[in-house]
């Protein structure tokens, strides 16, 4: 077992732990240790975290971890086998594997706190940055376009603690490449903290954070925010009929404000049965009149996206799927589209199958479990709710920081996830004073 270690002067541990945090909410696209679409971002993502796991002696003799791999190994062999003529081999689920089980193995359930932590004091730093995007918009593109970092094409410039909105500067990019993205992350952010505190809406932090999330106009952030409201509320409150009212006047109001239904009624549109088809014939057009090299990848919004997954998932191999390659998957192998789909909620079927999916979730759900338990509160479901929520606009399954946290009870037997955390966090630092 790993021995406890201090940070209080061990700055390493906490950049490490916040650079996993940057490669989850991805600043960038390109922000990524999923893909070599910036093979410098990758080397320097496992390039700590191998550094990390020498300095801290992690131990990967761990049976554990090689029934993991094992089934990797056999699932790999098995797409081999069975999907010889597309099947593509990426080494990079091995390596998300020993990041996940790296940081499980330094920091434990101190994760939890530690995220909550980065996220408010990221929220600060969004804050700041949305106000000065308003008064100062000239500039602040001027900066990120000179110095910053390609984000979304046209649409942001990252200077990686924030991302200017090279657009539409009342949106907040935050620190994701987009507002909603950045608006998930705070909404995690927010649950722990209430279950943390037993929903105390008192303290500056819940405020800094939800102010963030407001500045976002997120349609799936604000939606989630009520949903962890209600529910955090009815696991941890005795009902007073005075909040509940509350909590149900700003639900209906957040609901009808005009860029919410307006947004909620285009998505739902696209979506219908004449939006696919309508979407079907402009990627079939494509598919004919023009070249590969000439066409971009078209990302669908969030419904039609659970639409095109469906599509997928009903041609995949249901057993074992059809790999992590999404150029692959059945609408752009068979009907030469090139479709990305961003949701989390079928992709991993279509990826994995319905055994490693299923086992993903399961696993998910124990995490959900113990998360409660680490902090007393009497819903078990809680994070799960919220991690698949997000997972509607974004696939959040093989970024650092979530995977590792819902890999926890494969990797941590649940007497040993009641033990106090690896790491004793010093309670000066900047982040505790957020």
Not at 33 to 54: C, E, Q, R
Not at 109 to 122: A, M, P, Q, Y
């Amino acid at each position: 077992m790993i021995r406890d270690y201090k940070i209080k002067k061990d700055r390493f541990l906490s950049f490490y732990f916040f650079l996993m945090y940057l490669y989850t909410s991805m600043p960038a696209i390109q922000f990524s240790m999923t893909d070599i679409s910036n093979p410098f971002f990758v080397l320097i993502g496992y390039g700590l975290t191998m550094i990390a796991a020498f300095k801290y002696r992690i131990n990967f003799f761990n049976k554990r971890i090689f029934l993991v791999v094992l089934i990797i190994i056999c699932w790999t062999i098995a797409q081999f086998l069975l999907h010889r003529s597309y099947f593509r081999f990426s080494p990079f689920i091995i390596l998300e594997i020993i990041s996940a089980y790296t940081i499980i193995k330094i920091y434990r359930t101190s994760i939890f706190k530690k995220f909550e932590d980065i996220t408010c004091l990221l929220c600060v730093i969004a804050l700041i940055g949305w106000i000065l995007n308003i008064v100062l918009n000239p500039v602040m593109i001027y900066i990120a376009k000179t110095i910053g970092i390609v984000a979304s094409g046209k649409l942001s410039s990252t200077l990686l603690l924030y991302t200017v909105n090279t657009t539409d500067g009342i949106r907040n990019c935050g620190f994701g490449w987009e507002p909603g993205r950045t608006a998930c992350m705070v909404t995690v952010g927010i649950l722990l903290y209430l279950m943390r505190t037993k929903f105390n809406l008192r303290k500056k932090r819940f405020w800094i954070m939800t102010l963030c999330l407001i500045t976002t106009f997120s349609t799936t952030g604000y939606s989630i925010f009520i949903v962890i409201l209600s529910l955090c509320y009815i696991s941890m409150k005795r009902i007073n009929p005075v909040v509940i009212f509350s909590i149900t006047a700003i639900s209906m109001i957040t609901l009808s404000l005009p860029f919410m239904w307006e947004k909620i009624a285009g998505l739902t549109e696209q979506a219908t049965k004449e939006g696919i088809a309508k979407i079907s014939r402009s990627l079939d057009w494509e598919a004919t009149n023009e070249g590969q090299g000439e066409r971009e990848y078209y990302v669908p919004q969030r419904f039609q996206g659970l639409m095109l997954s469906v599509i997928n998932l009903q041609n995949s191999d249901h057993l074992i799927g059809d790999g992590r390659d999404f150029t692959q998957f059945y609408i752009n192998r068979v009907s030469n589209w090139k479709v990305k789909t961003s949701e989390g909620i079928l992709e991993p079927i279509a990826q994995y199958g319905i055994i490693i999916a299923f086992l993903m979730y399961y696993s998910l759900y124990i995490t959900s479990k113990r998360i409660s338990y680490v902090y007393k509160v009497n819903n078990k479901w809680l994070y799960f709710i919220v991690f698949v929520m997000i997972n509607i606009s974004y696939n959040f399954w093989e970024t650092p920081l979530f995977m590792t946290i819902w890999m926890i009870p494969i990797f941590i037997k649940s007497n040993h996830a009641k033990s106090r955390p690896a790491i004793t966090v010093n309670s000066n630092s900047l982040l505790q004073q957020c």
